[in-house]
């Protein structure tokens, strides 16, 4: 499953990125996250509770920053398992200034879903990782203004 978009968020490049590296913050701003746990340099263990379509379960795993190149870009390397599928996926995230007072975040990368997780339907998938994706940028804008 293809994971592609882009979103302009109200704050300078530098705390855009400060915050993509704040556990405590990502904890709060991910949909469905419950625990995010550094245990390690760039990487960490997930704890994740997400409803998809008819389908939910609880995942857990690792997740891991690679190509860091600070404050610009990143690759996010997710690895999930859980009753229902495993999800591993790998999403290469972009910032960039727009003004001194705006960032966009892109990214883009590809989700490969195994057990129910992949029967579950293309479609059914895609509505649901643009919801929680939309969910996502909400909670970051939320996060920036508090």
Known sequence: MQLTGSHTLAAPIEKVWQMLMDTD????????????EKTGENQFEAISEIKLGPVSGKFSGGLTLSDIIEPSTFTLNVSQ???????????KINLVSVDAQQTEISFDGDAKLSGLLARTGQRVLSGVANTLTKQFFSNFEE???S
């Open 81 to 91: 398992n859980s009753k229902i599928g495993n999800a591993d996926a790998s999403i």
């Open 143 to 145: 996060e920036i203004v």
């Open 25 to 36: 913050i990502l904890a709060k701003i991910v949909p469905g996250v419950s625990r995010l």
